[in-house]
């Protein structure tokens, strides 16, 4: 490698990955910080309740998690040196690394660009079988459904990683979000499960630290009466969960995680339960 292609991958300054309404995202290339700017200094207090949430997630659902979730680091605003903000959070937990790279041959056609994928969407949700290839190719992200992400599990690489099986992904999708629920205290809205990226392997992304506007998870107060509230966010996510359909096994790896993370709470979590496979029968109904 020449001098100007190490002075190029070890760029020190922060590199744009995400522009919205809302914020920028920048990262530190060869590193594992990322940096979020809001667009208005009004928007300032949605930014430092987004660190709190966040915060209060990686304390109180990251250990021993399946996924890793983003850790806070600092808040700042320039405005106000007495606003900066420190989060003493353990590191997160070692991962395996991810190398999507190889996949390529794959999913992408002759001629794509030679960048990426650096990010796969686990849209275990979405069926891609029969769907229609797309004249449009974004070649750093891509989305999985369950039988592509078993493809690359089964791909050399993927083999050489020990990517688990999609039951596992999806026990451990369901698991994470019964302590965002009964941990965390929150609805797990417009949360993203991603694998992949130089350096780890599956990483549960509430959106809002990552490429969306704000952040998005609300409060909900623990009772039977306000479950109505996680299902609507279950429902307004984009596909990342198994579809609710009780003896199909994803699903029930899925349901099998959210119990155990329920606690003493398995009421709750059973009429969260219940709700989704309901709206997932009546989804169904209706295309016919």
Same mark, same amino acid.
């Given at each position: 490698?020449?001098t100007s292609?190490?002075?190029t991958?070890?760029d020190?300054?922060?590199? =744009?990955?995400?522009?919205?309404?809302?914020? @920028?995202?920048y990262?530190?290339?060869a590193?594992?910080?990322?940096?979020?700017?809001?667009?208005y200094?009004?928007?300032?207090?949605?930014?430092?309740?987004?660190?709190?949430?966040?915060?209060?997630?990686?304390?109180?659902?990251?250990?021993?998690?399946?996924?890793?979730?983003? #850790?806070? =680091?600092?808040?700042?605003? *320039?405005?106000?040196?007495?606003?900066?903000?420190?989060?003493?959070? *353990? *590191?997160? &937990?070692p991962? #395996?690394?991810?190398?999507?790279?190889p996949?390529?041959?794959?999913?992408?056609?002759?001629?794509?660009?030679?960048?990426?994928?650096? =990010?796969f969407?686990?849209?275990?949700?979405?069926?891609?079988?029969?769907?229609?290839?797309?004249?449009?190719?974004?070649?750093?992200?891509?989305?999985?459904?369950?039988?592509?992400?078993?493809?690359?599990?089964?791909?050399?690489?993927?083999?050489?990683d020990?990517?688990?099986g999609? @039951?596992?992904?999806?026990?451990?999708?369901?698991?994470?979000?019964?302590r965002? &629920?009964?941990?965390?205290?929150?609805?797990?809205? @417009?949360i993203?499960?991603v694998?992949?990226?130089?350096?780890?392997?599956? &990483? =549960?992304?509430?959106?809002?630290?990552?490429?969306?506007?704000?952040?998005k998870?609300?409060?909900?107060?623990?009772?039977?009466?306000?479950?109505s509230?996680?299902v609507?966010?279950?429902s307004?996510?984009?596909?990342?969960?198994?579809?609710?359909?009780?003896? @199909?096994q994803?699903?029930?790896?899925?349901?099998?995680?959210?119990?155990?993370?329920?606690?003493?709470?398995?009421?709750i979590?059973?009429?969260?339960?219940?709700?989704?496979e309901?709206?997932?029968?009546?989804r169904?109904v209706?295309?016919?």
């Open positions: 490698m020449s292609e190490i002075d991958a070890f020190p300054l922060p590199q =744009l990955i995400g522009r919205g309404s809302f914020a @920028d995202v990262v530190l290339v590193s594992l910080v990322a940096f979020k700017q809001v667009q200094e009004s928007n300032a207090s949605q930014l430092v309740a987004e660190f709190d949430a966040l915060e209060h997630i990686y304390t109180t659902c990251n250990p021993d998690s399946f996924f890793c979730l983003p #850790r806070p =680091l600092a808040y700042n605003d *320039p405005r106000d040196p007495r606003a900066f903000r420190g989060a003493a959070l *353990p *590191p997160p &937990h991962t #395996r690394t991810g190398r999507p790279g996949s390529r041959p794959l999913f992408y056609p002759p001629g794509a660009p030679a960048r990426g994928p650096s =990010l969407r686990l849209y275990f949700g979405k069926d891609f079988t029969n769907a229609r290839p797309s004249r449009f190719i974004n070649t750093s992200h891509f989305f999985l459904d369950v039988t592509r992400y078993r493809q690359v599990a089964n791909f050399p690489e993927g083999i050489d020990g990517l688990p999609p @039951d596992v992904v999806a026990e451990a999708m369901g698991n994470i979000l019964g965002i &629920h009964f941990r965390g205290g929150f609805d797990g809205r @417009d993203e499960f694998l992949g990226g130089n350096g780890s392997v599956a &990483h =549960l992304l509430p959106s809002s630290s990552h490429l969306t506007p704000s952040c998870m609300r409060k909900w107060n623990g009772t039977v009466d306000a479950v509230e996680l609507s966010a279950y307004t996510n984009d596909p990342y969960f198994p579809p609710a359909r009780r003896g @199909d994803i699903y029930e790896a899925f349901r099998n995680g959210y119990h155990a993370a329920c606690g003493a709470q398995s009421d979590a059973d009429e969260f339960l219940s709700q989704i309901a709206l997932q029968a009546a169904e209706s295309k016919h």
